[in-house]
Every structure is written in structure tokens, then in C-alpha cells.
């Protein structure tokens, strides 16, 4: 905008500009300290998501050791990454803070985690909710820290 006195007047009758203006925002995000089982070795830390963005995707894509091996299926309760589908169940996390910075979860949701309400399935989890930005604390692989 502050370029516009500056363009060269108009030379002739037929000689036009066409302006176009967007708005830019700036896309929440959310801060999501991973908390690891000490089991596994790995130190905690910090990773940056922007809204909108699957929790499950956004982890592996930062590097994280997401899928627990601990983990049986939903539908025929043995081992098994199901790639999203939601019915492996080995990419759940325990939302220790935060939740509320998640997309709601879904019924299928809800009755596969049921005995364990804090748990969330990544893969069917989408960061900033609302379009909010925040603090999420996360404790990967629930099951290894049970044992």
C-alpha cells in the first residue's frame, strides 16, 4: 500500500492500473510439549503445529516416534498400524493439557477410547480448534507409561 504514490502517472487516455489487495493473516499455532515414556529414552520436548493441522501428521512429519507397538487393533485386537484409519489405536496419545485446542472427538471415537477418556487418537485429531492458539502437554505411547 505504501508503494501506491509512488507508480509512474498515467502516460496516455488508455493506460490503467489494476490493483489487488489481499488480506494476509497469520495462521494460529500451537505450541504441543511431547512428553515421552521413560522407557522409550527420548527427552521431552517442544514442537510447533498450525490450526488445522492432523495432530498424528503433523508429529511424524517433526520426527516424532509415534505408533506404540504395544497397541492392538480395535477390530481384530492384534498388532498393526492401520495408516489413519482409526482402528489400530497406535497412534493414542494422553492430552494431559489442552484438550480443548482439539476438533471434538466423533462417536467411533469416543466408543474406542472409552475406558481411557484423556486418551485422544492422533490421527483423528485436529490442532487448533476454533482457529485458536495455545498450549497443548501430550504423553506419547500411554500404554508404555501404565507398565
Known sequence: ?????SLP??????????????RLRRKPK????????????EKDETIELFAG??????????GVKLNDPLAKRFDTKTGGNCGAGG???TCAVTVLRGGEL????????KQMLADNPRWRLACKS????GMKEGEMVIKVNPRQWEN
Open 53 to 62: 493441522e492432523n495432530l498424528r501428521l503433523g508429529m511424524l512429519v517433526r
Open 87 to 89: 482402528l489400530c489405536r
Open 102 to 109: 482439539l476438533s471434538p472427538q466423533k462417536t467411533n471415537e
Open 126 to 129: 485436529f490442532v487448533g480448534y
Open 30 to 41: 500451537i505450541s504441543v510439549v511431547l512428553q515421552y515414556p521413560p522407557s522409550q529414552g
Open 9 to 22: 502517472e498515467q502516460q496516455a487516455d488508455d493506460e490503467s492500473y489494476l490493483l489487488t489487495i489481499k
Open 1 to 5: 500500500v505504501d508503494a501506491i504514490p
